[in-house]
């Protein structure tokens, strides 16, 4: 499964990375279509730079690719290390019913009146 190929690290920075409403949108904006890092700045109420820094992390946390087109910086989504972070999700979700079906078999058991 692809989710052993993940460090500890690169695990921590994914979810730091997705923690934040502004970045999932981010990520959400650049998967169905490239946008420039300029184009993004205008629809959030803050800053220039605040932007940058957000699109940063999220480059950092491999999720969003950017690159240069002229004198803009673009940026697209990265699919295949979403697909990562979903085979992770779902490595933990296998994990915990797992557990739920443990309990409910020991309580099914129990003849507690």
């Keep these: 499964m692809v989710v052993h190929q993940l460090s500890n690290a690169e695990v921590d920075r994914i979810f730091r990375a997705l923690a934040d409403a502004t970045r999932r949108d981010i990520v959400r904006r650049t998967l169905t279509g490239e946008a420039s890092v300029s184009e993004l700045a ?8 605040a932007v940058q820094k957000h699109v940063a992390t999220l480059e950092a946390a491999g999720l ?14 990265n699919p295949e290390n979403l697909r990562q972070v979903q085979q ?13 079906s443990r309990l409910d078999a020991l309580l099914a058991e129990d003849p507690t009146p």
């Design 42 to 49: 205008g629809d959030y109420d803050m800053s220039f730079a």
């Design 64 to 77: 969003v690719t950017k690159y240069p087109r002229g004198r803009e910086r673009m940026v697209r989504g």
């Design 88 to 100: 992770l999700l779902s490595h933990f979700e296998e994990i915990w019913r797992s557990r739920v």
